[in-house]
C-alpha cells in the first residue's frame, strides 16, 4: 500500500469512481483546468472532459441547484464549495430542496449528491476561510454530515457518499490536507456511513473526537497513558446519523467523558453529544462530562489562531479533572 496525503486520497477516489460510473461527475468553482483551489481535483478535467469536470460561476446556490436537479434526474454530482464558510449562500437549495426531496416526492425521488466543503481553521486563511459550522447540517432533517480524520477513512467515506442514495454533506478539515501521509489501498474501501470507530481502547475515561481534532485527542490520550489511566478514543466519521450505541457502550463501560471539536461552544455537537449520554447512561456516569471547543467568537486571524482550537493540553487537563472528579 502506497502512503498518500489526505489530498491524494480524495483525488484517487474521484478519480477511480468517475472511472468505474460514468455517473458520477464533479463540478463547482475551479475544479477544472486549476484543479481546485487545494489541487484535489487535479487531473480529472483532462482524464474525464469538461461534461464531467465542470468549471461553474462563483455562484454557490447555483452550483447546489444545478447538483439537485442532476441527482433527481439520475446523475451523481459530486459538487464542490471552495471552503465551508461560503456554503451559506447555498443553504436554501440545501435545506429547502436537497434534504427535502425524498420526503416531498413520498420516495419517488431521492437526491445522490455529495457536497464537498474544505472547512476548520489552523491554516491562517481569511475571514469565511476557518469555521467549523457542521452543526448546520447535522441540525438539517434528511441530511447526511459526514467528516474524516485522516486519508484512509477520507477516501472510504467519501465513496460512501458518493454511492449513497441521499444528500451527504461531506466536510473536509484542510488542516490534515498535507499535514501527513497514511498507508492507502489501491483497491477501492467504503466505511458505512453513521458508524464512529473505536481508534484507541481504554477502560478509564472515553474521549470523543473526529476531523482535525482527532489527532490531538490521540495525543492528549497519549500523555495520560504516561500518567497511568487508559483513555478510549472515538472518532465520530459522522455526525448525522450519529453513531449512539457506540458512544453510549464507551461511556458505560469507562464512566467517564470528554467531548472535544473545534466548532463554538453554544448549541454545538458536544451539546448534543451530551444530552444522549445523560439520556442514555446517566446513572453509569461517575463524573460531570466535560466539553473541549472552540470559543463563541469568529475564528481569529493568524497569531491567535490556535489559541482559539482545542489544544492537545486543554484535552489532557480536561480529562485529567474528570478523572479526579466524583458525578
Keep these: 500500500m502506497a502512503e498518500k496525503t489526505m489530498i491524494e486520497a480524495l483525488n484517487l477516489t474521484l478519480h477511480q469512481e468517475m472511472e468505474a460510473d460514468d455517473a458520477v461527475l464533479v463540478l463547482g468553482e475551479d475544479v477544472g483546468v486549476d484543479g481546485g483551489i487545494f489541487r484535489l481535483t487535479e ?78 481553521a489552523g491554516v491562517r486563511a481569511l475571514e469565511h476561510h476557518s469555521e467549523s459550522r457542521e452543526v448546520y447540517f447535522a441540525h438539517t432533517p434528511g441530511l447526511k454530515m459526514v467528516i474524516p480524520s485522516g486519508p ?28 501527513h501521509r497514511e498507508e492507502v489501498p489501491d483497491e477501492a474501501e467504503t466505511l458505512p456511513l453513521g458508524e464512529a470507530r473505536i481508534v484507541r481502547e481504554g477502560g478509564d475515561i472515553t474521549l470523543i473526537a473526529y476531523g ?16 497511568g489511566a487508559e483513555a478510549e478514543v472515538i472518532d465520530l466519521l459522522t455526525l448525522s446519523p450519529l453513531d449512539d450505541a457506540t458512544i453510549t457502550s464507551s461511556v458505560f463501560k469507562t464512566g467517564r467523558a470528554v467531548v472535544v471539536h473545534e466548532a463554538p461552544r453554544s448549541f454545538g455537537p458536544g451539546g ?35 489559541a482559539y482550537l482545542p489544544d492537545v493540553e486543554r484535552i489532557f487537563e480536561a480529562a485529567r479533572e474528570t478523572l479526579d472528579a466524583r458525578a
Excluded at 485527542?217 to 504516561?226: G, K
Design 43 to 120: 487531473g480529472l478535467i483532462e482524464t474525464f472532459g469538461e461534461s464531467r469536470v465542470i468549471d461553474t460561476p462563483l455562484a454557490e446556490s447555483g452550483i447546489v441547484g444545478m447538483s439537485i436537479g442532476l441527482a433527481v434526474y439520475g446523475l451523481k454530482p459530486v459538487a464542490e464549495m471552495q471552503f465551508s464558510g461560503f456554503s451559506y449562500l447555498a443553504f436554501h437549495q440545501l435545506e429547502s430542496h436537497a434534504a427535502r426531496m425524498r420526503w416531498r416526492s413520498q420516495g419517488r425521488h431521492t437526491v445522490p449528491m455529495v457536497v464537498r466543503m474544505p472547512y476548520g
Design 212 to 227: 482535525a481534532m482527532l489527532k490531538r485527542t490521540l495525543e492528549a490520550a497519549e500523555r495520560l497513558a504516561e500518567d
Design 272 to 306: 448534543e453529544i451530551v444530552a444522549r449520554l445523560v439520556e442514555n447512561v446517566f446513572y453509569h456516569l461517575e463524573a460531570p462530562i466535560r466539553r473541549v471547543t472552540g470559543f463563541d467568537i469568529h475564528v481569529p486571524y493568524f497569531a491567535r489562531e490556535q
Design 152 to 179: 484512509r477513512n477520507a477516501r472510504a467515506l467519501l465513496l460512501a457518499a458518493i454511492r449513497d442514495p441521499d444528500p451527504v454533506i461531506f466536510f473536509e478539515p484542510k488542516a490534515l490536507y498535507r499535514s
